[in-house]
């Protein structure tokens, strides 16, 4: 079965993402943890907790993707910057374990001018920082488009980001096709030799989710610009090659393509009837 759903908004609670996500056909989805520009975070409460992962495992949902601000920059030169990344790291993980064992995605940021070796070495030491061992959420680094000073966007550097977390197991992945694509991964023409090479540097196991996003821009651009499903440079027939791909069929695939939410259940629909079971 195609594990699928997509972004969604976390203003009225988790019920309400939950209930939203079905009535598209889908059985997971993304949310960010707090407004995406870094700003303050809902209160959680305990009864929509409660109702939620109720709802979550009668209709048989499948593992959440939290999302964290894309504006906070773990890897700032700037240490006002770095400590209100880490502010916000350490309550969203908190938070996270009112929904215990899902995954929470973060990019690991611009380095500034400062180089990706300095970059990398800011991000494990605050993951060094807010990582515990009693955490049941898997923190995901996910892959990068390059554009500006973005760090992740090889993953050889968030190979050496993980290799430098004391607890490395609970690090994981998330590969997101549009920025891939856009920083010279051909998933395109060469799925088998880009997930080889994943596989080589990273390990699959290490890869916990999908974004799942067609591009407006060229291949090897380093620029970040999602296109709906089929309209853009990958196309439908790679990402239908994509999902169906053995080695990542059973990973939860997140849209983040430009559309409502008719224009999510659309792509759904789309998926589920181009996935081989
Ligand atoms: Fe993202
Ligand atoms: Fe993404
Ligand atoms: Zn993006």
Known sequence: MLHI????SAAKGFLNMGKEAQSIGADTFQFFTRNPRGGAAKEISDEDVVAFLDFHAQHHFTTL???????INPCSDNSQTREFAEM???????????????????????????????A????????NRVLKPEMTTTVLLETMSGKGSEVGSRFEELRTIIDKVE???????????????SAGYDIVNQLDDVLEEFDKILGLSRLKAIHLNDSMMPFASHKDRHE???????GAEAIIR?????????????LETPNELDGYAEEIRFLRTHFQV
């Open 120 to 127: 990398i070495d800011l991000i494990a030491d605050l993951l």
């Open 242 to 254: 994509f999902i169906n791909h053995p080695k990542l069929k059973n990973l939860p695939f997140l």
């Open 65 to 71: 993707l939290a999302h964290a601000p894309y504006t």
């Open 167 to 181: 607890l490395s197991e609970k690090m994981g992945v998330c590969l997101d096709t549009c920025h891939v694509y």
């Open 88 to 118: 916000a790291m350490v309550d969203d993980l908190k938070r996270m374990e009112y929904i215990p064992n899902n995954l929470y995605n973060f990019h690991p940021g611009s380095h500034v001018g400062q180089g990706v070796e300095k």
């Open 228 to 234: 709906k499903i089929g309209q853009g440079t990958i």
């Open 5 to 8: 759903g997509c972004h969604l």
